[in-house]
């Protein structure tokens, strides 16, 4: 009726039938009008909204691993506080996070082959990729997050469990391993001692990598198949004749 009223005053206006004033008065009454109308409109779809609420539907297809609610309890849709009703888990495919070290994070990329070993499933391999790494170091633990992808079709796996993460990378430099007891703990530096074709002993300073308990890694400082010498005393310097212990057989009896 507002919009009859004020297409008909702007008809009256062309003729001076009618003041300018009053038709200003009734066109401003139907802008008024439709504004109310689309403001009902906005609201309409705003309480249909709300009634789609009261079904709770999975953005993807999974399984539903927890559920906080129940028949009959009270959902408050306008809180925007309180527990999850429903937690969902796709189990086709399982993302497992590792923290590697420092030492290895420039050779672990996404593309990289992982093998997975679970208690539950012994003398099982599941394999898994790294699809991608968080670029930057941990700067309390000096570890690289590395996020891993695991396909379980089959749903062998179940999501939220610990996993023992066997990565095969290739060697950043050349290393040789020693038994822990040839290492010289000295003010100058980590030593270890050889023994030369001159029957003299040399001591060499190494860079140790990793500790494996009984054995250690030596990065450099050492090349393969120098002569060592094990449990040297601390008082050993360089140039210093070594007389080599010969094995003695031991004694049987019967």
Known sequence: MADSTAKRWKALLVTDSVSKQEAEEKIGDAAAKAAMVASAKANVSRLRQLETFKHVVAPFDGVVTARETDIGALINAGSGVGPELFRVADKTKLRVYIQVPQTYASVVAPGVLVQLAFAEHPGQVFEAIAVRTAEALDPTARTLLVELEADNAKGELLPGGLT??????????PSVRLPASALLFRAE???????ENNGHAVLHPVTMGRDFGKEVEILT?????????????DSLVSDEPVRVAEDKPANVKK
């Open 164 to 173: 023992e993460v066997h990565i095969k990378l290739p060697a950043t430099s």
């Open 189 to 195: 530096g980590l030593r270890v001692a050889t023994l």
């Open 221 to 233: 400082g050492i090349e393969a198949g120098q002569s060592v010498i094990l449990n040297p005393p």
